[in-house]
């Protein structure tokens, strides 16, 4: 285990044991949450991993890399943030992810704009999200977020 | 009929299992090693998943958030737009989850611009996140990509209050009355139906309220809905029950 993974495994299990020691009922309570989260989201989890092994084996992430950088850099990005826009992935599938394609050779503009809408922007989240706030409020809403999802990574771009 | 909810349901899952069964037909290695790379990301996942659900389902429970509302209201300045993303980054659950909470926000008086801020930060701040995103893409990744999502935010949130106005945003669902439970929210994790099993039950992995006979135990129901992480179920009464009506 890495020493970031050992890092919030302990600053959890210190955590926890402050939460236990205060109030041991409402640490039960947490604890039953956790695992509900856990179990209910396990089997789309699990469909999302498998989908992601078959197609980086189809294409591996070297291709992908190739082809990214043959493109012009706005153009895959704009590209790449609308993939995260119309995919749901959770964020702890999306970061190795990511980690792998960048380690590919992905340049560092797509993927940042591939990772921040993917957890910013939802295709499929907007019926509901329409349905709360109704139609102005949440296209605005993701409208800007794929726009500053394109600033953000062209900045990183620049930065890193 | 039921049979054919289930599928529904789990449509992608069987558009995967099915994708599997014909490459391991006609092209078996490359199943292997599908197979293979999938065991990679498993192994990640299972690594950090049990542990961030831990620390989001804590960071739920001690942050006083019925202290944080007060401030979020429309006149709320710096105070309002700091504590919306507390209350975003530390909250459990996707960002489909955040919606009703959302809305019960902006009925208790909540800008706009902090809506933004919370259904954003929910969606891109949460505090176990950040550790992992330091593991797989390194620290200054992380550190940059955090400082300027957060002025983005900021920026962004900012145009939303002037192009949205108060009376753009409508509800669908008009104040119902009686035992409400909002299956859009519900993430099953099963704790209202262990609560109080008489009135919740599952159903294709969403919580349900059944057909109750019109008593309810105040004691159980409102532990119900408290212990629900994302706050999905609602009573509304005319004569508020003592024991939730302190919020």
């Known amino acids: 285990m890495d020493i970031f993974t050992l890092a919030v495994w302990i600053i959890t299990a210190a955590f926890l044991a402050y939460s236990f020691f205060k109030d041991r009922k409402k640490t039960t309570q947490v604890l039953k949450m956790a695992f509900g989260m856990g179990k209910g989201m396990l089997g789309s989890l699990l469909s999302i991993i498998f989908m992601i092994g078959l197609i980086l084996t189809v294409i591996p992430p070297e291709k992908i890399a190739k082809f990214v950088g043959e493109q012009p850099l706005f153009l895959a990005t704009v590209v790449s943030a609308g993939f995260g826009a119309v995919t749901l992935v959770p964020a702890f599938i999306a970061f190795p992810l990511v980690g792998t394609l960048v380690n590919a050779g992905v340049s560092i503009v797509p993927s940042v704009a591939f990772l921040t809408t993917l957890t910013m922007v939802g295709i499929v989240t907007f019926p509901i999200e329409n349905r709360a706030f109704g139609v102005k409020f949440t296209a605005t809403r993701n409208t800007l977020s794929v726009i500053f999802a394109i600033g953000i990574a062209l900045v990183m771009g620049v930065i890193m | ?247």
Request: glycine share 4%; proline share 4%; hydrophobic share 50%.
């Open chain 2, 1 to 247: 009929m039921k049979v054919l909810k289930k599928a529904k349901d789990n449509l992608f899952l069987i558009f995967v299992i099915l994708a599997y069964l014909v490459i391991f037909i006609f092209k078996p290695d490359i199943g292997i090693d599908s197979v293979k790379n999938s065991g990679y990301y498993i192994k990640e996942m299972l690594l950090i998943m049990p542990v961030i659900f831990v620390l989001t389902a804590l960071l739920d429970a001690w942050v006083p958030k019925e202290k944080i509302l007060k401030y979020l209201g429309r006149e709320s300045k710096s105070k309002g737009v700091v504590l919306s993303f507390v209350l975003g980054s530390v909250s459990a659950g996707p960002i489909y989850a955040a919606f009703p909470m959302c809305v019960m926000l902006y009925k208790k008086g909540a800008s706009i611009r902090n809506l933004v801020i919370i259904l954003s930060s929910w969606a891109v701040i949460k505090i176990p996140m950040l550790l992992n995103e330091i593991k797989f893409l390194g620290m200054k990744f992380m550190l940059v990509r955090w400082v300027l999502t957060v002025i983005s935010i900021l920026i962004f949130s900012w145009i939303t209050a002037k192009v949205v106005k108060d009376e753009d945003i409508y509800n669908a669902n008009e104040q119902p009355s009686g035992l409400t439970l909002n299956t859009d929210a519900c993430m099953g994790c099963t704790l209202c139906c262990k609560a109080y099993p008489d009135v919740f039950e599952m159903e294709n992995k969403k919580a349900h309220v059944k057909a109750y006979d019109g008593t309810l135990d105040n004691d159980k129901l409102a532990q119900a809905i408290t212990s629900c992480p994302v706050k999905a179920i609602e009573y509304v009464e005319n004569k508020p029950l003592s024991s939730i009506s302190k919020k």
